[in-house]
């Protein structure tokens, strides 16, 4: 049973570059939702997406958008690369959009130079 | 505004003993809380939850506890193992409020032999 992956493990970027990142959420799952973690802070919510569309967003700008595929992958974009941006991102499925427990992948670690 | 605080960092239990991690949330709204556990180079694993209905939840080892009034859950791990060294995140959310999971800052558990 293949848990949620993502993919790339590791991204190197300079301030102004676009990134995207990928999340392909475990089997049976229908519901993703991003999370970026701070060197020692907890997880943050970016957004959710369910039903291709976004569901549920927390206070992170316009710079940050995503996309659900039919397939339920996701991707997460962020654009006009700020230091500040340089986190651990996660990546967490679920079955329907009101589960509260979610299954979590590995993340990306982003360094923006 | 923290809305979810870890306020111990670090956490160090002898093996066998009982290891107690704190929370404090300060968001009245939230009606369910769960722990993650996260290994390094990991995403956070969910290990339990409860909802505001109830004051405690148990399952095998792991044992919440959830004080209302006060705004103060607890997880109690008996009897920690070497293998439970992990930061522990708690997390607020509304039920049936979709992914969107609030979480502490984490504690460093290490469980010494």
């Known amino acids: 049973d293949a848990g949620v992956t993502q993919s790339p493990t590791h991204l190197i970027k300079t301030r102004g570059q676009q990134v995207t990142l990928r999340c392909s959420p475990k089997?049976?799952?229908?519901?993703v939702s991003w999370y970026q973690q701070a060197l020692g802070q907890g997880p943050q919510f970016i957004f959710q997406y369910y039903e291709e569309e976004e569901r549920q967003r927390g206070n992170f700008p316009d710079r940050f958008s995503g996309h659900q595929f039919p397939n339920y992958s996701s991707e997460l974009n962020v654009n006009a690369l700020l230091l500040g941006d340089s986190a651990l991102y996660l990546c967490?499925?679920?079955?329907?959009?009101?589960?509260?427990?979610?299954?979590f992948g590995p993340g990306t670690r982003l360094t923006v130079l | 505004d923290q809305q979810v605080k870890q306020n111990s960092p670090s956490l160090s239990v002898q093996e066998g003993r009982i290891s107690i991690l704190n929370c404090d949330y300060t968001n009245s709204m939230f009606d369910y809380f769960l722990w993650y556990k996260k290994y390094p180079a990991e995403g956070p694993t969910f290990l339990i939850s409860?909802?505001?209905?109830?004051d405690k939840n148990e399952d095998g080892r792991f044992t919440v506890f959830l004080n209302k009034s006060a705004k103060h859950l607890s997880l109690h791990i008996v009897p920690s193992q070497p293998g439970d060294s992990a930061v522990y995140f708690c997390a607020g959310a509304l039920t049936g409020g979709g992914n969107k999971l609030t979480f502490g800052t984490g504690t460093q558990l290490k469980v010494e032999l």
């Open positions: 089997s049976g799952h229908d519901t």
């Open positions: 967490a499925s679920s079955l329907g959009q009101f589960r509260n427990e979610q299954f």
């Open positions: 409860i909802s505001s209905i109830k």
